[in-house]
Nanobody, 122 residues
Framework: HVQLVESGGGSVQTGGSLRLSCAASGDTIGRYCMAWFRQVPGKEREGVAYIQNDGRTLYADSVKARLTISKDKPKNTLYLQMTTLKPEDTAMYVC?????????????????WGQGTQVTVS
């Protein structure tokens, strides 16, 4: 099965940018529906961006026009470009993969999770 390793997190000021990466191994990301979730301690993990095999994307309302999900199939890597960051974007960002997609509000479709990368906006 696929293994997912995130990187690219860090601390930025309000209005700054970051690009998160999710490197996959063990299988090709082209076989999976892929998404980014985020989690704040004490709160439920929430989906923020999803990309389908054909490249179609879906975003949570709170991040539309600021976050862009993409994937590089030859590099077997998923990305999340984050711009105009706000303090409320502070969270652990986690890469997810599954055989099907039921919506960003539902985590049951996810079969594989990464360990996450921390993003802190101040």
């Amino acid at each position: 099965h696929v293994q997912l390793v995130e990187s690219g997190g860090g601390s930025v000021q309000t209005g700054g940018s970051l690009r998160l990466s999710c490197a996959a191994s063990g299988d090709t990301i082209g076989r999976y529906c892929m998404a980014w979730f985020r989690q704040v301690p004490g709160k439920e993990r929430e989906g923020v961006a999803y990309i389908q095999n054909d490249g179609r994307t879906l975003y949570a309302d709170s991040v539309k026009a600021r976050l862009t999900i993409s994937k590089d199939k030859p590099k077997n890597t998923l990305y999340l470009q984050m711009t105009t960051l706000k303090p409320e974007d502070t969270a652990m960002y986690v890469c997810a993969a599954g055989p099907g997609f039921w919506g960003l509000r539902d985590k049951r479709w996810v079969e594989h999770w990464g360990q996450g990368t921390q993003v802190t906006v101040s």
